[in-house]
């Protein structure tokens, strides 16, 4: 058998397929010991087998003693190369084969010009399509659909549409390859115009094609769709296949069906990975199921599976949102004991997470153990010292980043003018903005402006606020009305108040905070009839004040806690602790602040009962009797903290010598035992 050469060469063709390493190298040895030099037909299949089992130094080894190379040995190094993820090296090999004197093969372009696509070296890959074009060969099928897919990864969707209609034949191949490029440059609407087409042109699907378009579905949140291509995975016979089960499980769970996503999850557990519950984790943090997102996790590990830096990533981040400290404190010991916590997004996420759970020590520190940050990592520290309020630290931040060389970004931008914003940093604000695209190149959107109209409002700058609206390229959105409208509020400005409160009821007529805060603006003013006339419209339309709900962490059990609330099993002890308070922060010089109720027929006592009764000092007296010493009581509020209640709760903190975090819809206000507040009673 030694002797026969087309039988060895099968032999070894076999274990280059089935990546039997082991025995090759064996036959190899086996030929050597025998005295048998292989030829260079056999050297090159040899080439291929190593290639193929990820030995590529050993291929290499046997390519340079060769003493004799053809072309299919120059192709098999070439695609040795980049098979094994050594992309330069695949690009100096073909180069080195020309200089040989070699013509190459489609084989060997199509090898050199997916070298280019993973490197993003478009320069060198145009010349690969010269070449190719000057070789008769740019519109073969095989290397046309590489040239299509190295100019769609390289952002060139131009080249890649030209090459694709130039080529007189497509196969599933080149289609995929397109789809794909449009879903990279976030084009979803073509990549499905594009799967129509195949379909019109009866190409056959395969799992590739099927898979690529889900994920364009899933980005437009086109269910539909989505469920069309569903019942030809299912025509197909494709639904127990690992990846396409999780491009589905995707598409409907980045389109909010949790139920659909969870039926193909659930369809077959033998055909699950990391990446099936990864899908499923994600979507139900989008949609707000924290607690089954964890139960998902949990049977994870159960499983046996590790998660991997995009499930901690999830889960971290809705653990972020909910400022759920104790669950995020425990995943961030798993990702520290899997030694994820090195990992860029993760880090930046766990930066976020402390800070949105009001342990802003926490966040600097993670982000300090960050070896080199990356832009998401600066973001998430300047966002984090703009939700706190700190304006002057968030700038000091940004001038680092800058330093650094990291470009800033739209996101940068939105919480850095959050942080001069709440901290009345007028000029400093301005500058950035008016400097955004002159400077960084970064174009203001809606978001920028809605900041600005803030930044100017909070510091009584109407006139100027309504100046950057009428010069706006745009309409101001939502925030940017309701930014306007509260520092109307605050600086008694009704004429513009009632406008802002008009165009924001437009936008969203559902939302009772326009109203309340226009009733507001007139009790202030004691123009009692327009505050009935504004409830009035209120009672008309079915619009409902929305309630304020404080809520406490303690343990893994949260308690929530609404105005004038007595349906916590501690009732007797909280108010008790409650009344007691009361006592202590009038001695120490706490007047409550009545003219805050915008309420003409209620006396100063009863006034005095309501804000006593306020959600966030019932949930401050709970933690107070529940919170051992020491450990600062965190409270999230779902509506801006009252006038009244943030004077009462630095008197606590005052008289009880306890650190007190409150997050309300807007800001975090830590209160010290000396009696400050970190905002510095601007908000």
Request: with cysteine.
């Amino acid at each position: 058998m030694l002797r026969d050469t087309n039988a060895l060469a099968h032999v070894i063709q076999t274990y280059a397929k089935t990546k039997q390493l082991r025995t090759g190298k064996q036959l190899h040895a086996l030929l050597i010991c025998a005295g048998h030099t292989p030829c260079t037909f056999l050297t090159n299949h040899l080439l291929n087998m190593y290639s193929k089992c990820g030995e590529i130094d050993h291929a290499l080894k046997l390519f340079d003693t060769m003493p004799q190379r053809n072309l299919v040995s120059w192709t098999a190094m070439s695609s040795g190369f980049s098979q094994n993820s050594k992309f330069s090296e695949a690009i100096r090999t073909f180069r080195a084969m020309r200089i040989y004197g070699e013509v190459p093969t489609q084989f060997a372009f199509s090898s050199a010009i997916k070298a280019c696509a993973s490197l993003g070296s478009i320069e060198t890959g145009k010349q690969l399509h010269c070449l190719a074009l000057k070789s008769g060969i740019g519109s073969e099928l095989f290397v046309g659909s590489n040239l299509e897919d190295m100019y769609s990864k390289c952002g060139a969707m131009f080249d890649a549409c030209k090459v694709f209609e130039e080529m007189p034949f497509k196969d599933e191949v080149s289609w995929t390859a397109m789809i794909d490029g449009y879903n990279k440059i976030g084009e979803f609407g073509e990549a499905l115009v594009a799967f129509k087409k195949l379909i019109n042109e009866e190409i056959t699907t395969d799992q590739h094609v099927l898979c690529s378009t889900l994920g364009a579905c899933g980005a437009l949140k086109a269910c539909r769709f989505g469920k069309s291509i569903h019942s030809s995975v299912v025509k197909l016979g494709f639904e127990s296949h690992i990846f396409v089960g999780n491009a589905l499980t995707d598409m409907y769970s980045k389109s909010g069906d949790m139920e659909s996503a969870s039926n193909v999850f659930g369809i077959d557990p033998e055909c699950r990975n990391v990446v099936s519950y990864t899908c499923l984790i994600d979507g139900l943090v989008e949609t707000e199921h924290i607690e089954k997102a964890l139960s998902v996790f949990v049977e994870l590990r159960r499983q046996g599976i590790e998660p991997n830096e995009f499930t901690f990533s999830s889960l971290i981040k809705a653990c972020s949102n909910q400022a759920a400290l104790e669950q995020g404190t425990q995943l961030h010991a798993q990702v520290v004991k899997i030694n994820f916590d090195e990992d860029p997004f993760v880090s930046s996420i766990l930066v976020d997470m402390y800070g949105k759970c009001g342990l802003l020590e926490n966040s600097i520190q993670v982000f300090d153990e960050i070896g080199d940050p990356t832009e998401i990592a600066w973001n998430s520290l300047v966002s984090v010292f703009g939700q706190h309020g700190l304006g002057k630290d968030a700038i000091r931040i940004f001038e680092r980043m800058v330093n650094r060389g990291v470009k800033p970004n739209a996101i940068t931008f939105i919480s850095l003018l959050t942080g001069c914003s709440h901290a009345g940093l007028v000029e400093e604000g301005l500058n950035y903005f008016y400097s955004m695209d002159k400077t960084y190149g970064v174009v203001p959107r809606e978001e920028h402006y809605s900041c600005v109209i803030d930044l100017l409002g909070r510091a009584g700058r109407l006139k100027e606020a309504k100046e950057v609206i009428d010069r706006m390229p745009f309409e101001p959105n939502a925030f940017g009305w309701c930014s306007f409208l509260g520092a109307c509020r605050i600086h008694g400005e009704k004429e513009m108040g009632k406008l802002a409160a008009e165009k924001l009821m437009k936008l969203e007529p559902e939302n009772s905070g326009a109203l309340v805060l226009l009733s507001n603006i007139y009790a202030k003013e004691r123009q009692w009839e327009d505050v009935r006339s504004v409830r009035i419209r209120m009672r008309d339309g079915n619009v409902k004040k929305l309630p304020g709900f404080s809520w406490v962490d303690l343990g893994c059990q949260t308690h929530v806690f609404g105005a004038e609330d007595w349906s916590h099993p501690n009732k007797a002890a909280i108010y008790e602790k409650l009344d007691s308070l009361f006592d202590q922060i009038k001695a120490a010089g706490y007047v409550p602040l009545t003219d805050s109720v915008p309420l003409d027929t209620m006396d100063d006592g009863l006034k005095e009962k309501l804000l006593h009764h306020h959600s966030e000092r019932i949930a401050i007296a709970f933690a107070l009797i529940t919170m051992p010493i020491g450990k600062p009581i965190i409270v999230k509020k779902n509506i801006r903290v009252c006038v009244d209640c943030h004077s009462a709760i630095k008197f606590i903190s005052k008289v009880t010598g306890r650190k007190i975090i409150v997050r309300d819809n807007s800001r975090f206000h830590h209160f010290t035992d000396d009696g400050s507040c970190s905002c510095g009673d601007y908000w």
